[in-house]
């Protein structure tokens, strides 16, 4: 795979500094590889778009999944997860990912991270929706991923590990040979690098996080615009499955007009007991699914939808005024907190919820090593489809697919090294061209962008939806081209331009995708195609980016993944 040739608008680099690896992110995945490559040995950078701790991972409430209680097993986990990823998983990434996991969370809590416990010492295992065991880890009641995130960000600064904070990476710089030779960054406020940038480096690692700031509403932080994906698609990587976007059941209804990151109410409330009702009190998850509340998200999203146009309501509720205020203190303070917050108190009211965009489960395509279609990029954590989560991702997997795959990424770069010896290449890369070859989009364009893809490729989608947000999409796309070409005018350069052109790309690759896929699996929902279709559909869609910024998709042979290279010809969009 070669490079598209197209990169951002943005001023040349003003200062450059050389590593042997750069890792772009700070959630989970992005500081476990970079922890465990300098433990191999590696000079390693690690850049994050704003400060160390505030990516998604910081978010994560409901806690971690793994086979760590008596009587469960990998295969168990292993099981429950093809279940809910609707027949696309890859069964040896899954397989990797529940017999390589406990040992990751064991060492996840050697580095320093401190998990619940019951009165014996153990640690105290709770249930999610999918999940026929109590596997899943937490720690501080429903707040696992802040606590993750301390442990992860003290022991990157106990270590001395180089670190660029506030810093969005732009894209990919390549060699002469097409491989990885670093990326571009450009650093908002002064500091020990300012402006744009470069950091030159033979292996990078995107683990940007996910791109929910595509929609208006989400669980997903400011930050996450789907940077990876889009410098990835610009580099000339393949994506693969980014129509199953994953909406979590359980978001805190803050009103039709609420826009941004909403609060999210984690799945283990259900996992404790709490209820899903309509306004008359009516549990209507009974009888659609033999584990009621806690069928896999995809299930009971759709059952909350379904509830809510059956009776033309804005939202649904949950109620678990039975736990008490002792509980709901204790064992969930966070959601309480923001409950309280916004007007509802869950000790004396059900909470008015309603589903919004969570996960990615679709991304970068990689092997099992992380391993992208670009020689030495590598991806991991919700930027990448490693093929562990299918067509919808299992509660508390991501956590877990994060530290596993992070871990064999350093493996991968470190044996790479060793091999290369004395002959370690030093990537010069090729310089770029003067003249921009993506337009940039106004700041606000971004409103827009979310307007057309919650309307037209949410949780309910069609052809005819789906073929309107792509004709709007394509519109802004080629109003900025068309003021590029003709009169050589674009945005100014700038993180919210920046921001905005990332999200288009995104959003047109997510759009052909589920245009392409004509049913419903998993969390891609189609009204006008209702039937999973085995027969012709599980297999998975793969998009690139071609040179003249055209979109080529195509669909694999077989369910294998990654996808064969005996392929349907591309589709142009």
Request: include cysteine; glycine fraction near 10%; charged fraction near 25%.
């Amino acid at each position: 795979m070669t490079s598209t040739g197209i990169r951002l608008h943005a001023p040349a680099p003003g200062w450059a500094i050389s590593a042997d690896v750069v890792v772009v992110g700070s959630g989970v995945a992005g500081l476990t590889a970079a922890l465990r490559c300098q433990a191999a040995g590696l000079t390693t950078v690690v850049v994050t778009k704003a400060r160390l701790d505030d990516g998604s991972t910081r978010w994560a409430q409901g806690g971690i999944a793994a086979a760590l209680g008596e009587g469960d097993t990998p295969e168990q986990h292993l099981e429950d997860t093809l279940v809910a990823g609707a027949g696309l998983c890859d069964e040896e990434a899954v397989r990797i990912l529940v017999t390589e996991g406990p040992d990751a969370v064991r060492r996840l809590i050697s580095t320093g991270a401190h998990f619940d416990t019951d009165d014996e010492g153990d640690i105290h295992l709770t249930r999610e929706g999918g999940h026929h065991r109590r596997r899943i880890a937490h720690a501080g009641g429903d707040a696992t991923g802040a606590e993750v995130s301390r442990a992860l960000v003290a022991a990157v600064r106990a270590r001395g590990l180089h670190t660029i904070e506030n810093a969005l990476v732009l894209d990919l710089l390549t060699d002469a040979d097409g491989r990885t030779a670093g990326v571009t960054l450009h650093v908002m406020g002064e500091g020990q690098h300012d402006g744009v940038g470069a950091v030159h480096a033979p292996a990078v690692v995107l683990a940007t996080g996910g791109m929910g700031q595509v929609y208006s509403a989400t669980t997903n932080p400011s930050v996450s615009t789907g940077d990876g994906v889009a410098l990835a698609l610009r580099a000339g990587a393949e994506v693969s499955d980014l129509e199953f976007v994953q909406f979590h059941p359980t978001v805190l209804f803050l009103g039709a007009d609420a826009e941004g990151q909403q609060p999210l109410v984690s799945e283990a409330v259900r996992g404790e007991g709490a209820h899903l009702v309509d306004g008359d009190g009516v549990r209507f998850m009974l009888g659609r699914h033999e584990l009621a509340e806690l069928a896999p998200r995809d299930i009971v999203a759709k059952g909350i939808l379904r509830r809510m146009l059956e009776q033309d309501a804005e939202h649904m509720y949950l109620d678990a005024r039975h736990f008490g205020a002792r509980m709901w203190e204790q064992r969930f303070p966070t959601i309480l907190a923001a409950c309280r917050a916004n007007g509802i108190d869950p000790v004396t009211e059900p909470i008015p919820i309603a589903p919004a965009a969570h996960y990615a489960s679709g991304g970068v395509r990689t092997d099992a090593h992380g391993r992208t279609t670009v020689p030495g990029l590598y991806a991991c954590g919700e930027v990448a489809c490693t093929g562990v989560h299918g067509a919808n991702r299992l509660a508390s997997n991501s956590l877990l697919e994060g530290l596993v795959y992070a871990e064999r990424i350093a493996a991968d770069i470190a044996a790479e090294r060793a091999d290369d010896g004395l002959h370690a290449r030093v990537p010069v890369p090729v310089p770029q061209p003067d003249q921009p070859a993506h337009p940039l989009l106004a700041a606000e364009t971004r409103f827009a962008i979310q307007r057309i893809m919650t309307e037209g490729a949410g949780v309910l989608r069609s052809e005819e939806s789906l073929a309107r947000a792509a004709g709007r999409l394509q519109r802004l796309h080629a109003e900025a081209r068309e003021a590029l070409e003709e009169n050589g005018k674009t945005a100014e350069p700038g993180v919210d331009t920046w921001e905005a052109t990332n999200l288009l790309c995104v959003a047109r690759a997510l759009v052909a995708a589920a245009r392409l896929r004509e049913e419903t699996r998993g969390c891609h929902w189609r009204e006008d195609r209702a039937d999973r279709d085995d027969a012709h559909w599980r297999r998975h869609i793969v998009v690139r980016l071609n040179p003249d910024r055209s979109l080529a998709v195509r669909t694999t042979d077989t369910a294998d993944f990654p996808p064969t290279r005996q392929t349907q010809r591309p589709q142009e969009q």
